[in-house]
């Protein structure tokens, strides 16, 4: 896939997670402004290849901000990575007015975990502000009340058909879009399992896809011990040839690709 000036299309990639949010999930992700050119070169350093950054938390029981708010949370920061790092630029929002401000400071993708559904307000679409900047956008999977059917596949595949429409209609580029697969969102702990063993389903789109399950409270304990159990889904993901792992910890997930690419040449 293309984000900004860079493409992407073989082997798996390194997404690093900025947090400038009060309440993320994971408190050693939170980023204040003050540290964020170091945070960000140690994660280029480390492997990175795509920085997302976020002004707010969804994590399970978030208190959600205003679409302004959310904007001047990121802003210093969109302007000093743009002008500091050769990098592509994500911007996690699902908010309209977030994305055309990031677009039109040159971030290069939006990271909607609404996959282009949450606005109904025609006047400022998200998947049309997308377009009109030529951006990339990551489509999520989403949903409002756990499903109950045997296949979780068949509302996500419906889900996407949706999305995939919206995005066709908007004027999106094919070649800018991934889907994820939404571990931990609208599913249970057993079903983010199920969507992770059989997340080669998703390969049924002919697009690439991103995978984001970074210390995430499926994984049970503490937030600071799931290291571990991260590193298993990212092998994974490397072994079901996902694009990027959208990850908090770069250099072991990098290393953990390396590894694993390297046993699948034997």
Not at 116 to 145: P, R, T, W
Not at 215 to 220: D, I, P, V
């Amino acid at each position: 896939m293309k984000i900004g000036k860079f493409s992407f299309y073989n082997g798996t990639h390194v997404m690093a997670i900025i947090n400038l949010t009060p309440d993320s999930f994971y408190a050693a992700s939170r980023t204040a402004n003050d540290e964020l050119i170091s945070r960000v070169q140690k994660a280029v350093s480390d492997g990175a290849e795509v920085i997302d950054i976020g002004g707010q938390s969804t994590r399970p029981g978030h208190t959600a901000v205003s679409a302004q708010e959310e904007w001047q949370r990121i802003q210093n920061a969109v302007t000093l990575i743009k002008n500091n790092f050769d990098i592509p630029l994500s911007v996690d929002t699902y908010y309209p007015y977030v994305a055309q401000k990031a677009l039109e400071n040159g971030a290069d993708l939006i990271n909607d975990i609404w996959g282009l559904q949450f606005s109904e307000d025609k006047a400022c679409d998200m998947a049309k502000i997308i377009a009109q900047y030529g951006a990339s956008v990551c489509i999520m999977h989403n949903q409002s009340k756990l499903s109950s059917d045997k296949d979780l596949f068949d509302d996500m595949f419906a889900f996407f058909d949706k999305s995939l429409d919206i995005a066709a209609k908007a004027g999106i580029d094919k070649e800018k879009i991934i889907l994820d697969g939404g571990i931990g969102f609208g599913k249970t702990c057993e079903q983010n399992f199920y969507v992770v063993e059989n997340y080669e389903k998703l390969h049924k789109y002919n697009l690439p896809l991103l995978l984001g399950t970074s210390r995430k409270s499926m994984f049970g304990g503490n937030v600071e011990d799931r290291l571990a159990p991260t590193l298993q889904t990212t092998r994974q993901a490397v072994q079901k040839e996902v694009l990027f792992v959208r990850v908090h910890d770069v250099k072991e997930n990098r290393l953990t690709i390396k590894q694993e690419e390297a046993k699948n040449l034997k």
